[in-house]
């Protein structure tokens, strides 16, 4: 198990970091990952800030998933966002 962060801030990082004590797994900078990154993890976590409605990096980190492991991908977004932006994290 992995987690893969985005991070502008230090917000995403304080909470990834504090997922990452508690599950006793590594924290990612999300542009240090690489494939075998994904590859040679059986689940990952991938948290990143709600940005103008997206999740930032989601569209990008998303393809690199065949379908066996999308089962174990979990999103972690983090930002205080207006109600219609819900519409957009249960679409993932």
């Known amino acids: 198990m992995i987690i893969i962060c985005n991070s502008k801030t230090g917000f995403t990082k304080r909470h990834a970091d504090w997922i990452g004590e508690e599950l006793n797994c590594t924290v990612l900078p999300y542009k240090d990952f690489t494939k075998t990154t994904i ?31 999308e089962e174990h991908f979990i999103v972690v977004a983090t930002r205080a966002t207006p109600a219609a932006a819900v519409d957009v994290v249960n679409k993932i």
């Open 39 to 69: 590859k040679s993890n059986d689940i990952i976590i991938f948290c990143s800030r709600i940005h103008a409605g997206k999740i930032e990096y989601l569209d990008k980190i998303k393809p690199h998933f065949n379908n066996h492991l």
